[in-house]
């Protein structure tokens, strides 16, 4: 769902921007309900097409990109932000009805803040810094770091700089990232480096993944018919009581143990068993805390 808010606000603006609109951040916060700072995230995501008037403060469709603009042009680039899959098959269409508000009556989009608003100087710093291929330094949690800078990746809601640290390639969430400068220094781009972070389908680089099957109760089955909740997802057994048999892959117990942690008590590990212990591990821990809670308020 925030995909396909952000990809309709992306199309509002590319197809402003071809009409040779100027494009002023206040109107467009207030005519979409976002802040002004969501705004000029989404024109650092269009960049590439967009430039600044330095006299009125506007944006508008830079010179390079003044060519003959269809749908399917729009369709690309929503396919290069990795948002068509949030759209109907027949995209094009979709998307030009919405344009030219022919379907806002029949749609209604919500939206949360993707990431924190401290972020937004930094993707500009690191764009630079993976462009000219420098190395790069920052302070990550209470460590000073010295890595080489390869992509910004937008993983479930956050960013992170993809890097290689003593010849391994390590995920540094932006958030965490304090105190950046951009080194003298220049490395080597290695494409089989790029070619593993696109590969992935998480952040847990250099991890191997292991498989996990759990079980789903049936009265939220549902949700995960509809679409996979957990990275590589398949459903292995229906039975006829509605429950479900799903496997899925996971790199991590820090990684994994929240999502299921999520749908408890309607989810549990069939394996593997280590996995279903460290997260009674953490439930008991749980409810020793709240114990301790609900002892200190009995004082009160």
Request: glycine share 2%; aromatic share 12%; charged share 25%.
């Amino acid at each position: 769902m925030k995909s396909t808010i952000l990809a309709n606000r992306l199309a509002d603006i590319v197809s402003m921007a071809y009409s040779d609109q100027s494009l002023k951040i206040e109107k467009l916060a207030e005519k979409h309900h976002v802040s002004s700072k969501t705004i000029r995230r989404d024109f650092e995501r269009l960049g590439s097409i967009l430039e600044r008037c330095s006299t009125t403060g506007c944006y508008h469709l830079s010179s390079s990109s003044r060519i003959a603009f269809n749908e399917h042009d729009l369709v690309r680039l929503i396919s290069g932000l990795g948002l068509k899959k949030a759209l109907p098959n027949k995209t094009a269409k979709f998307l030009k009805n919405l344009i030219n508000n022919q379907t806002n009556d029949y749609y209604h989009f919500q939206e949360s803040p993707l990431e924190l608003e401290f972020i937004d100087s930094q993707h500009t710093f690191f764009e630079r810094a993976i462009k000219n291929r420098q190395t790069v330094q920052f302070l990550y949690k209470d460590k000073v770091r010295n890595v080489h800078p390869y992509m910004m990746v937008y993983s479930r809601g956050s960013w992170y700089l993809a890097a290689l640290a003593d010849d391994v390639l390590k995920a540094y969430s932006l958030a965490r990232i304090k105190f950046v400068s951009i080194n003298k220094e220049h490395f080597n781009l290695d494409h089989r480096i790029i070619a593993q972070i696109k590969e992935h389908d998480s952040i847990w680089f250099g991890l191997p993944a292991f498989k996990i099957i759990l079980e789903v109760a049936p009265n939220v089955s549902f949700f995960f018919e509809r679409k996979p909740l957990f990275p590589r997802q398949e459903i292995l057994e229906r039975k006829s009581d509605g429950t479900l048999i799903l496997s899925a892959s996971a790199w991590s117990y820090s990684q994994i143990t929240p999502l299921i942690q999520s749908w408890l008590p309607n989810i549990k590990v069939i394996s593997p068993p280590e996995l279903n212990e460290h997260i009674r591990n953490n439930l008991s821990q749980w409810m020793s805390y709240t114990a301790e809670i609900t002892e200190i308020h009995s004082y009160e």
